[in-house]
């Protein structure tokens, strides 16, 4: 472990960016450059004490999750990211794997994504990261399973939609999956638990149908604010195999009136 470049690492790069990169309004003029300290602990859900201690080289080393969790809030490219687990003594992430780093551009455009629903992840359905409105409306969904596994397995996950949409939206799902498949994602895992798991799957999935979720209507039955109707639009990085997913309320419905409902709940 390097604590010395380590230190000079994360202050260069906490130093480049500017509150609005990571979506954070400006508190007035700054007498440093850049973010505050304490503003990169927040983002990276970590003591100010602790990252203060790792920019002064005075802090044990720290942990992968640690280190996935400073990628994502000073918006590290993959090559940053690999130099800081080196840096901090551990072995950079295998690119070869899917894993949970989200491409910077990817995290700028969620940043400044306020007033609507929006969460990026995986091709495979797992939310890597969701702004609040997204969870708001879906729930907090980050760490848990695929929403394509969650979808055919646990009946819980179909009570937020019209029963009258379910058969689309199983469809839908098993379309997207077999042309992420078809780009080179390794979705078979994926594909034999559900197999096992749900004849509905199974039955889907040997139609052979083939169509990315780029743009469809959606509808949620949220438990407080009722009947939510979205236009979803994904925005798909195929170098990283990961979407940014955003929701706008369908224009002549009251979902925008209850979404900035939802909003002002959240805040409180």
Known sequence: MDTKQLADFLRVRREAL???????????????????????????????????????????????????????????????????????????????????????????????????????????????????????????????????HRWFTDPAARAGYPVADHAAESQALVADLRAAAGRGVDAQALVDRLTRESPEFAALWRLHEVEVMRNRRKRILHPSAGLLEFDCTALLDEDRFQLLALFSPVPGTATADRLALLGLVGAE
């Open 18 to 148: 500017a509150p609005k990169d990571v979506g954070l309004t400006g508190n007035g003029r700054r007498r440093t450059p850049g973010l505050r300290r304490e503003e990169v602990a927040r983002l990276a859900d970590i003591s100010t004490d602790y990252y203060t201690r790792m920019e002064q080289d005075r802090a044990p080393q720290p942990s992968p999750g640690v280190l996935k969790a400073i990628t994502r809030a000073l918006r590290l490219s993959l090559d940053e990211r690999d130099h800081l687990f080196r840096l901090a003594g551990h072995p950079a992430p295998d690119r070869r794997r899917a894993d949970d780093h989200v491409a910077p551009a990817l995290l700028g455009a969620l940043d400044r994504l306020h007033d609507v629903p929006a969460q990026v992840m995986t091709d495979l359905g797992v939310t890597l990261v969701q702004n609040d409105l997204a969870r708001a409306v879906f729930g907090d969904l980050v760490g848990r399973e695929s929403v394509v």
